[in-house]
């Protein structure tokens, strides 16, 4: 007697494991590249702040290329680029440097907003009672314009999160390639991608709220 | 080091089927823009005017578009739907899905943009003996519009990015178009090169013309 074979299996136990598996992968690539994306971030913010033409000139062009350019197109261009000039990066590698960088294009506008949103005399204040450069910018312009536009950054870390589902062309296993994988398996799509949505939803949701929260409370 | 011929002829041989797929994606992002402000005026509306099952109709969408990646929403219209027996075609697919996402999106443009609009100019127009309908769109809508039209560019913007999703669902647009042709050829990085450049220059065409069309329409 021959077994008989099917192309598709039901949804088991084991494939829940390989979802949550995913979605740690999600996490991670999002938590490492909006991490170092926002460091980036405020330092390029700070350079199109203080700097004069030499950053009009050359930070400002380069920023506008990752906002006026599809995600998508950066991350394939990256992953064939990266071998041209004899790097051999994985997909997560690729994936954080262009997420990173993508990132740090948006927040380096939040960024120069927020030290913008620290007034003039308020940081005169600050240096006639001593502070220097550094100090300010630690002390004064760091919580106050930081504050500021909190809620912002938070509403950019949320796309990237979401946009490192684009990865998934590269062929990182993230939560969304993962849910691609197990409906082509099982073919049991809406399932699947209501456990996807469910858990994005689950995360952006409540961080988005509280965001607008704050906003508010912030604003009165 | 440096040991990779470019290989460019190929590609500017097939330039002129790359523009072509390019005005194909301005076409998409046109029409999902257009469905959007139209769906998107709608959901506004019923959110700040209804109560009971429309209103958590349109809250739900609201949500689900702004904290669901896009790639989910196609993935969405483009397997989920197939579950239930609804098959459309990857122009069908990544339409619905980019208006979708474009509607939750200027939904809450447009309700922070009636919001701004003080609720004694209704009452006034109305004491002048306008007819609601009257009152919205000669006094509402125009200033709504005036405080919307810099949101709505950056849509019409991000749906241009965003229809380069169309390539995971195996639509012809300018991203589609691309790989299709690079895998033929395998000069994966020249394609997609030439392709950013020509999204780049869309997306400047998109921010010049509004802002052209701006120093026109808000000359007062």
């Known amino acids: ?220 | 080091m440096f040991d990779y011929n470019f290989h460019w002829r190929p590609v500017f041989k097939n330039l002129p089927s790359l523009i072509e797929a390019g005005l194909t994606t301005l076409q998409v992002a046109v029409f999902a823009l257009i469905i959007g402000i139209v769906f998107g005026l709608v959901l506004a509306l019923v959110r700040m005017n209804l109560r009971g099952p429309l209103y958590w109709f349109a809250s739900s969408w609201i949500e689900l578009a702004r904290n669901t990646p896009a790639l989910f929403q196609l993935f969405f219209f483009g397997f989920g739907l197939g579950a239930l027996g609804i098959h459309l075609s990857p122009y069908t697919i990544v339409l619905a899905a980019l208006s979708f996402n474009c509607a939750g999106y200027l939904a809450e443009n447009f309700r922070g943009g009636f919001q701004a609009i003080p609720d004694t100019q209704i009452r006034a127009a109305r004491s002048l003996g306008m007819t609601a309908w009257q009152c919205y769109s000669r006094v509402i809508i125009p200033q709504v519009f005036r405080i919307v039209y810099h949101p709505l560019t950056n849509q019409m913007v991000w749906a241009v990015l965003m229809s380069s999703l169309g390539m995971l669902v195996g639509f012809r647009e300018l991203s589609g178009e691309t790989q299709a042709l690079a895998s033929r050829t395998y000069r994966i990085f020249e394609y997609f090169a030439v392709t950013a450049v020509i999204y780049f220059v869309i997306v400047k065409i998109i921010l010049g013309a509004s802002r052209i069309l701006a120093t026109r329409l808000f000359r007062y």
């Open chain 1, 1 to 220: 007697m021959e077994p008989t074979i099917t192309f598709f299996s039901d949804l088991k136990i084991n494939d829940l494991w390989f979802l949550a598996q995913a979605a740690w992968a999600t996490l991670l690539i999002s938590g490492v590249s909006i991490t170092v994306g926002t460091i980036l971030g405020i330092v390029f913010g700070w350079m199109l702040f203080e700097g004069r033409w030499a950053t009009t000139l050359t930070l400002t062009p380069l920023l506008d290329i990752f906002r006026s350019v599809p995600l998508i197109i950066q991350l394939v261009l990256f992953y064939n680029f990266a071998p041209i000039i004899g790097l051999n990066l994985d997909p997560f590698l690729s994936g954080v440097v262009i997420l990173s960088l993508y990132c740090a294009s948006l927040v380096a506008n939040v960024a120069r907003g927020g030290i913008e949103a620290v007034g003039v005399p308020m940081r005169r204040a600050a240096r006639s009672l001593g502070m220097s450069y550094w100090q300010d910018l630690r002390y004064v312009v760091l919580p106050i314009g930081g504050r500021a536009v909190f809620p912002s950054w938070v509403g950019v870390a949320l796309g990237v999160m979401k946009d490192s589902a684009l990865v998934s062309v590269l062929g990182y296993i993230e939560l969304l390639k993962a849910s691609q994988i197990l409906i082509t398996r099982t073919q049991e799509p809406l399932i699947i991608l209501t456990i996807a949505g469910a858990f994005y939803f689950a995360l952006s949701y409540p961080i988005s709220r509280y965001a607008a929260t704050l906003e508010k409370q912030w604003a009165s």
